[in-house]
């Protein structure tokens, strides 16, 4: 028995002394109202009330249940209303800054055809970690290791001119005994700014014998930029970045490089459905390749838990 259905039609009809009237105002048929009134009657073992052909009368037993009745219905009524504002409930999502401002307007449209609601902020990768532990964010695309990752996104170093070639090998950029001029520099994005692309970068730095000053972290895209489009120097950066930005993409030679992403939730959130509904839209606006298995899914208690990769570009 549906005991809050049965509970809403006995309060309904004797609220307004009929099976019809009230029926009606508990957005129900007649007939459904007398079922389910009859049911509650059989598992009390007394009637409510006392039918004549003009009016539902309630008996003693029915005055007696009525105001439970009413707080069990009115209770509901209240979960109801906390269930449906849970689920619309926004999500904050923190999501890297390389992400095309066009392809996060797509995001959010596409959240809102599946009735979900989000609410972006976009932040570096060690900012995006701190807002999801401190849950100023319910969920975010945090950057990872590869084997790791979700997502994955080539990177490669680009340059304002055709290096002519099809990889760039960063030996290239080691300056002679007798060159004289600055050295080309490789400049390193805020995003790429984590150990697993810029430590393996600085190793091989170090053992082609470049300069220190070879290898730069920038303080910001725009910046890295312009000092690719202003000289000879090279920016790493994924082939969708260079194509938006109008420089010439290359791998490099030496080492293979991408970022990788992971989503992840806060303790009090399961990104799993966020995942299910907008894995492709966050694969565009990562510049990524369509995975096609299980996610890989992470909160602040679990720690990142790698599944079978998922198709990555190499």
Not at 294 to 309: F, H, K, L, N, S
Request: with cysteine; net charge positive; proline share 7%.
């Amino acid at each position: 028995m549906d005991l809050v259905g049965a509970c809403r039609a006995f309060v309904s009809v004797s609220e307004r002394g009929s099976f019809t009237v009230g029926a009606a105002a508990a957005r129900m048929s007649q007939s459904v109202a007398s079922r389910r009134v009859a049911a509650l009657e059989e598992r009390f073992g007394e009637p409510l009330f006392e039918r004549t052909s003009r009016r539902a009368v309630l008996t003693p037993f029915g005055r007696d249940m009525l105001p439970t009745a009413r707080q069990l219905v009115q209770a509901a009524d209240v979960l109801l209303d906390e269930a449906e504002a849970a689920r619309r409930k926004p999500w904050r999502l923190a999501v890297p800054g390389i992400c095309p401002t066009a392809a996060l307007a797509r995001l959010v449209a596409e959240a809102r055809e599946h009735e979900v609601t989000l609410d972006l902020r976009v932040a570096p990768p060690a900012q995006r970690r701190e807002l999801l532990h401190s849950q100023q964010v319910r969920a975010a695309l945090l950057a990872v290791p590869a084997d790791e990752a979700t997502w994955s996104v080539p990177l490669g170093v680009a340059t304002a001119h055709g290096p002519g070639v099809r990889r760039v090998y960063l030996e290239t950029l080691r300056l002679g005994r007798g060159a004289t001029g600055p050295a080309r520099r490789v400049w390193i994005q805020p995003e790429d700014d984590v150990p697993h692309i810029r430590d393996p970068l600085t190793r091989l730095r170090d053992a082609l014998g470049l300069r220190p000053a070879q290898l730069v972290a920038a303080a910001d895209l725009t910046g890295a930029a312009a000092e690719a489009l202003g000289g000879h120097d090279l920016l790493l950066c994924s082939p969708a970045q260079a194509v938006e930005l109008g420089l010439v993409w290359r791998p490099i030679g030496e080492l293979a490089l991408s970022r990788g992403f992971a989503l992840a939730a806060a303790a009090d959130g399961n990104p799993q459905h966020l995942r299910a509904r907008l894995g492709e839209a966050i694969t565009r606006c990562l510049g990524a390749a369509v995975q096609a298995t299980a996610p890989v899914i992470q909160t602040i208690d679990e720690g990142i838990r790698p599944r079978t990769p998922e198709g990555r570009t190499t």
